[in-house]
C-alpha cells in the first residue's frame, strides 16, 4: 500500500537554529497537510497545501513557519528560527481530494524534533 | 480548545469483548467523524469514518455511532483482538475544511488476551 515517507525520523536542533522537515506524500495526492503532536498533548492541524500554495493554516503557523513543494515528489516544512516549544512530533499528511470529498487523510510516520 | 473530547485516557478489555470508546464535541458545524488507530512510532491510521447525515458506519469488527443531539459518537470493536490495543484518536472536521481536522486526546485500549 502506498504510503507518506517522513526524513528524518528524529531531529535535534539548537534554539534559534533553521530546521527543515520533508516528507514524500502518496504520489497521487493533491492536497498535503503539516499536523504535530506536543507529548501529552492533541494532534494539531498546522496548514493544509494545494495546487502550490497555503489552502488553509491553524494559528500556530506563524511567520516563523513555511511550507514549499520544491518539486514534484517532495513536501517540506521550515521552521526559521526553533523554539524550545516547537519540539513535538511533526507529521505529514495527504489525501487524494480536499474540500470536495470525504476523504480520508493518509499520514507519515512522524519526525520527533527536540529543540535544546 | 476542548471542541472534541475524548474522557477517557485509557481503556482495557478482554480480548474477544466489546471495546467502546467514547468521543464527545462541542461544535454542531462539524459535519464529518473520522476515527484514527495510532501504534507507537507510527502515524495515525485512519479506521473508520461517519457523515454527520448517518447514526450508524460499520466496517468489520468497527462500528460507529453518531448521537447528533448529544454531540456524541462512539466506536465498537466487536470482538476485540490484541492487535487492537493502541491509542484510538476521534477527530472532526468542519463543514467545507477539507483536511483540517480537530483531533480529541486519544484513549489507549489494551486488549488482553
Known amino acids: 500500500e502506498p504510503e507518506v515517507t517522513q526524513t528524518p525520523s528524529h531531529q535535534v536542533t539548537q534554539m534559534g537554529q533553521e530546521v527543515i522537515l520533508r516528507c514524500v506524500p502518496i504520489?497521487?495526492?493533491?492536497?498535503f497537510y503539516w499536523y504535530r503532536q506536543i507529548l501529552g498533548q492533541k494532534v494539531e492541524f498546522l496548514v493544509s497545501?494545494?495546487?502550490?500554495?497555503?489552502?488553509?493554516k491553524s494559528e500556530i503557523f506563524d511567520d516563523q513557519f513555511s511550507v514549499e513543494r520544491p518539486d514534484g515528489s517532495n513536501f517540506t516544512l521550515k521552521i526559521r528560527s526553533t523554539k524550545l516549544e516547537d519540539s513535538a512530533m511533526y507529521f505529514c499528511?495527504?489525501?487524494?481530494?480536499?474540500?470536495?470529498?470525504?476523504?480520508?487523510?493518509?499520514f507519515g510516520s512522524g519526525t520527533q524534533l527536540s529543540v535544546l | 480548545d476542548q471542541q472534541v473530547k475524548q474522557n477517557s485516557p485509557s481503556l482495557s478489555v478482554q480480548e474477544g469483548r466489546i471495546s467502546i470508546l467514547n468521543c464527545d464535541y462541542t461544535?454542531?458545524?462539524?459535519?464529518?467523524f473520522l476515527w484514527y488507530k495510532k501504534y507507537p512510532a507510527e502515524g495515525p491510521t485512519f479506521l473508520i469514518s461517519?457523515?454527520?447525515?448517518?447514526d450508524k458506519n460499520e466496517d468489520g469488527r468497527f462500528t460507529v455511532f453518531l448521537n447528533k443531539s448529544a454531540k456524541h459518537l462512539s466506536l465498537h470493536i466487536v470482538p476485540s483482538q490484541p492487535g487492537d490495543s493502541a491509542v484510538y484518536f476521534c477527530?472532526?472536521?468542519?463543514?467545507?475544511?477539507?483536511?483540517?481536522?480537530?483531533f480529541g486526546q486519544g484513549t489507549e485500549l489494551s486488549v488482553k488476551p
Open positions: 499528511a495527504s489525501s487524494p481530494t480536499g474540500v470536495s470529498g470525504y476523504e480520508k487523510l493518509f
Open positions: 504520489s497521487n495526492h493533491l492536497y
Open positions: 497545501f494545494y495546487n502550490n500554495e497555503i489552502s488553509e
Open positions: 461544535n454542531s458545524m462539524f459535519d464529518y
Open positions: 461517519i457523515s454527520s447525515i448517518k
Open positions: 477527530a472532526a472536521r468542519f463543514y467545507n475544511q477539507g483536511g483540517k481536522l480537530i
